[in-house]
Nanobody
Framework: QVQLVESGGGLVQPGGSLRLSCAVS????????IGWFRQAPGKEREGVSC????????HSEDSVKGRFTSSRDPTKKMVYLQMDNLKPEDTGVYSC?????????????????WGQGIQVIVSS
């Protein structure tokens, strides 16, 4: 069955970096779009970045543009979210999600499969 498992979260100081990984199984990565979302305490889940694995097209939301980048390694069935120059407002639970299709999808309701989420805390 389809599974997504995130790893790489943790505590980091402001200005630091983390790389989140999303290990996928149960489907062919090339046919799917992977989205990254986050949810801060007391706030709604919001889109962060997405990658179309058929052609490598990526999109990042304005709040993280220039700091966060999605990438993929189809041979390992892995998708990554590189997060640089982290800010306290980046704190939250980060999840990867998958759906079939092309382009990038920016809203949680557009995705069919979800990982369990992983905590990222940016604090000094």
């Amino acid at each position: 069955q389809v599974q997504l498992v995130e790893s790489g979260g943790g505590l980091v100081q402001p200005g630091g970096s983390l790389r989140l990984s999303c290990a996928v199984s149960g489907f062919t990565l090339d046919s799917y779009v992977i989205g990254w979302f986050r949810q801060a305490p007391g706030k709604e889940r919001e889109g962060v970045s997405c990658i179309n694995n058929s052609d490598g097209f990526t999109h990042s939301e304005d709040s993280v543009k220039g700091r966060f980048t999605s990438s993929r390694d189809p041979t390992k069935k892995m998708v990554y979210l590189q997060m640089d120059n982290l800010k306290p407002e980046d704190t939250g639970v980060y999840s990867c999600a998958a759906r079939s299709g092309r382009g990038c999808y920016r809203h949680p309701y557009e995705y069919d499969y979800w990982g369990q989420g992983i905590q990222v805390i940016v604090s000094s």
